[in-house]
Every structure is written in C-alpha cells, then in structure tokens.
C-alpha cells in the first residue's frame, strides 16, 4: 500500500492562504501559490468583482491562464482568469489579435485574478490549503518547464512566412479601408461650419507640388554652372585682381581722410567763445 503523500506546511503573509503546487509528478518541493479574496471597491468597468475574484501571487512565468483555470475548476466554474505583471486596477485589458506583433514574453512571477461564476468558487480554493500539494501539469495537460520549454519556445519563434505575409496583408487592408472612411468623412463635413459657426480650412485644396524629373534637375545644374561660371569671369586675371585690390584701398584711404576732416570741423565748432 503507498503511503500517503506528506502535507507540506508554508508560511503565509497575514491575510494569505498558501496552496502547495507540483508541476510534475517527479518533483520534489512544491510551489507555493499565495491566495486571498480581491476586495476592491467595485468600479463600472471593474472586470474583477469582489466576493467572487481570488487574487494569486507568486505565479511562475510558465504558469498560464489555462493551468491556473484547470487548477481551480474544482472548486466552481471559473469565469475568467486575468495574469498581470504586477497588480492594478481591474480595467478590461485589450485582446491582440496578432500573432507575430506581441508584446513581450513574461520572464518573472506574476500575479492573477481568477474569477468564480459564484462566491463559493473563493472560500473553497482557499481551502484547498487543507489538502497535500496539488499537481497542475498532467498527462492530457502538461506545463511545459526546464529544456521542455525552451525548447517549445524555440519551435513558436520560428515564423511562418506564408501566414505573416497574410497577417500582414489583413492589417494593410484594414487599415486602408480606415484611411478611406476618414478621407471620405473629411470630405463630407468639409466646408460645413461647426457648431460655433468656424469653418475648418486645410490645406487639401492646395495643388501639392510635382516632383522633379531628370530633366529638371538637370536644367537646375545647368543655371548654377552658369552662374558660377560669370562670377569666375569677372576677375578671370591676376591683373584684375590687383586692380581691384588698390581702387578698394584707394577708397578706404579717402574715406579716412574724410573722416578725420569732418572730426576736426566738429571739435573747431564745440570751442567755448564768450565773445
């Protein structure tokens, strides 16, 4: 006759109730999943109703939704189980739909709201304490740790090209058609005053600027050559140079001795003259 398998006893934080979990039969020390009942204020987009939503801490990252759900069905019907990386408020997470564009891979312990069709589903996965370690991973329905799962993990990563290109192709469509709705919606209410009587203009009407050719380009190379081409030719000789060079020094020379004569005419007119 087997003996009866040891009842492990763990510590709890106050107001916990620890459940001692295996995943595998061959394994040794169990895990130790937290529990107690969420109780929150319940808000109008409160996805995690009190008195029939059990908050879970120390969920390993191999741990999914589905385990979690197979776990607890024995004690009621689960409605929903939610896994979070850290606890928050119960607002509805958006489902993606994508599978290549995710976000990333929980590599740490994370917390889950299991939620109960009835408040009974609560008070009896806390009682589940009283019972020996509770085996998650099964034949029919194994959770894949250790080398398993790396390796898994490598077979989901390779991405097959043919059902990307057509989750590609899905989302351009998509996204056309909505581009097309709001061009057509802006061309609608384009023009028609709002309710303060303002008239949106945008720059639509705009004739938008055509690119240029090969042609144009190159006719836009040629002025410039030719531009460049008379500044180099208007002092094309030294000589010129150095002409230039003195007429700009003359100039220079005689401004100065204009200056310095208007100085003088000003400095004769400031002298003090009583008589």
């Not at 776990?71 to 689960?78: D, H, I, K, M, Q």
């Not at 979070?84 to 509805?92: A, F, I």
């Not at 190159?218 to 208007?234: G, I, S, T």
């Amino acid at each position: 006759m087997a003996a009866a398998e040891p009842r492990v006893a763990a510590t709890a934080p106050p107001g916990y109730t620890a459940l001692a979990v295996k995943f595998g039969a061959r394994q040794r020390s169990p895990h130790c999943l937290l529990v107690k009942e969420h109780r929150v204020r319940e808000g109008p987009a409160d996805t995690h109703p009190p008195q029939r939503t059990l908050f879970v801490l120390n969920v390993p990252p191999y741990c999914g939704s589905e385990a979690l759900s197979r776990l607890f069905a024995r004690c009621g019907a689960v409605q929903a189980v939610d896994l979070r990386d850290k606890p928050g408020p119960g607002e509805k997470a958006e489902k993606g739909t994508s599978k290549f564009f995710t976000d990333r891979t929980a590599t740490g312990f994370r917390v889950a709201y299991v939620v109960f069709r009835k408040p009974s589903g609560v008070q009896a996965a806390k009682a589940l304490s009283q019972e020996g370690p509770l085996l998650i991973s099964t034949d029919s329905h194994p959770v894949k740790t250790g080398i398993s799962k790396w390796i898994a993990r490598y077979a989901e990563s390779v991405v097959d090209q043919e059902e990307l290109k057509a989750e590609v192709d899905a989302y351009m469509q998509d996204y056309d058609k909505k581009v097309a709705e709001e061009e057509a919606k802006a061309a609608k209410e384009e023009g028609v005053p709002d309710e303060e009587g303002w008239v949106k203009v945008t720059r639509k009407g705009r004739k938008p600027g055509l690119p240029r050719t090969e042609a144009a380009n190159l006719r836009v190379l040629e002025r410039e050559k030719r531009k460049r081409a008379r500044k180099e030719l208007l002092n094309f000789y030294a000589w010129q140079h150095r002409e230039t060079k003195r007429e700009h020094i003359a100039q220079l020379r005689k401004k100065f001795e204009e200056d310095k004569q208007r100085i003088a005419l000003m400095r004769a007119q400031r002298k003090f003259r009583p008589y």
